[in-house]
C-alpha cells in the first residue's frame, strides 16, 4: 500500500490509498472554495448522560445529486469534484460538511473505489483488503489527535438508510468522548468479569453463538452469527476469533482472512430478499475499544474489549422496511419481527 497525503483547496486534508507502490499523486484542486465554516458543538444531556452534536451548517450539504454531478468520483477537465485526480483506489479526505470539527472531532469521508455504479460487495479481495488497510490507518492516526477518545468506522448504504450521496462511500467519526452504546458495552463487561471472577463477556458471548444455532460462517479466523437477541430483522455481528481491541492488533492472518469473509456477507444481504427493487439498504459498523482511559469502568482495560463488526440491516420482508417507532425511539425497546434463528437459517441458505 502507498500512503499520499495532500490537501484540497480549502485546506482539508485529503488522502489517497493505493495498491501500486509506484502510483504518483499530484493532481491539484482547482476549484476556487472558501474556507470551510462549521458550526459544530456538542452539547450534553443532563438527563440521560449522553452527547448530542449540534451542527446546522450540515442543512447545506450536497444532496442526492445526479450521477453525472457526484462530487465523490474521480475530477476531469470538465468538472472538479472532492478527488482531484482522475482515477483512485480508495481515498480519505475531511468532511466537507462535519458533523464533528475541531475541538467537537473530526469526521471523514471514505470513497472505497472511483467507480459510481459499484457496491462494496463488488469490489476485488484486494480493493477490499486496501480498505481495511485505509479503516486500520485512519484509526492509528485519529487516535492521536488529542480531542479524539473513540473512533468509529462505517458505512451506510441505501437512500432507506438516509444516505445522500449514492457513489459507494463510508465515513469516519472521531468522537471527544466515548459514546453511549460502547459506555454500555464497558460496563456490563465490568458487571460479568466481577461477577465471574474475571471471565470475559466477549469472549463468553462468543462461545456461547458458536456452539449455538445462529452461526452464518465460522472460518479460519473469523466467525460471524446472528445474536440472541438481534434488535435488527437481519443483523450479523462479525467476530476475528483471537480477540483484539481495534484494527490495529489484527494479525496478519485475520487481515488477510477479512476480504473474502466481508465481501461474502454483504453478498448474502443482497440474496436475502426476493425483489427487484433496489439493493438491501444497510449499515456496517465497526466497534473498537475507546482510547481515552476507561477509569469509569472498573477492573476492564482497553485489551478486555473485542473488535467486532455489526452489519443490519432496516428491511424486514420485501417491499417493508423496520421503522423505530414509540417503543424503540420513545423508550429504546426494540421489537424485532424477524426471530434471530430464522434470520440466520435465511443467511445460510443464500449462500455462495
Not at 46 to 56: C, E, F, Q, T, W
Not at 202 to 221: N, Q
Not at 270 to 289: E, K, L, M, S, V
Not at 319 to 332: C, H
Amino acid at each position: 500500500m502507498k500512503k499520499t497525503s495532500t490537501r484540497l483547496a480549502d485546506g482539508r486534508e485529503l488522502i489517497y490509498y493505493d495498491v501500486r507502490d509506484d502510483a504518483v499523486r499530484a493532481a491539484p484542486d482547482r476549484r476556487p472554495l472558501d474556507a470551510v465554516a462549521t458550526t459544530a458543538e456538542i452539547r450534553r444531556d443532563p438527563l440521560l448522560g449522553d452527547s448530542v452534536a449540534i451542527a446546522s451548517h450540515r442543512q447545506g450539504r450536497t444532496y442526492h445529486p445526479p450521477a453525472d454531478q457526484c462530487p465523490l468520483c474521480p475530477s476531469t477537465a470538465e468538472r472538479p469534484t472532492e478527488i482531484p485526480e482522475s482515477a483512485y483506489d480508495v481515498v480519505v479526505f475531511e468532511n466537507r460538511f462535519p458533523s464533528l470539527a475541531g475541538d467537537a472531532g473530526r469526521c471523514e469521508v471514505v470513497c472505497f473505489t472511483s467507480d459510481h455504479t459499484v457496491s462494496f460487495a463488488d469490489l476485488t479481495e484486494e480493493q477490499a483488503g486496501l480498505v481495511l488497510d485505509a479503516w486500520t490507518d485512519r484509526t492509528a492516526e485519529l487516535s492521536h489527535l488529542p480531542a479524539v477518545q473513540q473512533v468509529f468506522c462505517f458505512e451506510n448504504r441505501g437512500a432507506e438508510i438516509g444516505v445522500t450521496l449514492g457513489h459507494p462511500h463510508g465515513q469516519i467519526y472521531a468522537y471527544p468522548f466515548v459514546t453511549p452504546r460502547t459506555a454500555l458495552m464497558l460496563r456490563s463487561l465490568a458487571a460479568h468479569k466481577k461477577a465471574t471472577g474475571g471471565r470475559n463477556l466477549f469472549d463468553d458471548v462468543l462461545a456461547d453463538e458458536r456452539a449455538g444455532e445462529r452461526v452464518v460462517l465460522d472460518t479460519a479466523h473469523w466467525v460471524a452469527f446472528v445474536p440472541h437477541a438481534a434488535h435488527w430483522p437481519y443483523e450479523v455481528h462479525l467476530y476475528p476469533k483471537r480477540r483484539v481491541p481495534d484494527l490495529l492488533g489484527l494479525d496478519e492472518a485475520a487481515r488477510a482472512e477479512f476480504p473474502g469473509v466481508y465481501l461474502e456477507l454483504l453478498k448474502r444481504f443482497d440474496r436475502i430478499f426476493d425483489t427487484d427493487g433496489p439493493p438491501t439498504p444497510y449499515i456496517a459498523a465497526w466497534h473498537q475499544a475507546p482510547f481515552a482511559a476507561l477509569d469509569a469502568y472498573d477492573g476492564v482495560n482497553r485489551d478486555d474489549f473485542a473488535l467486532h463488526l455489526e452489519l443490519f440491516t432496516i428491511r424486514r420482508t420485501s417491499g417493508k422496511l423496520k421503522f423505530l417507532a414509540g417503543s424503540e425511539s420513545g423508550m429504546s425497546v426494540f421489537i424485532n419481527d424477524v426471530p434471530p434463528e430464522a434470520a440466520a437459517e435465511r443467511l445460510r441458505e443464500v449462500a455462495s
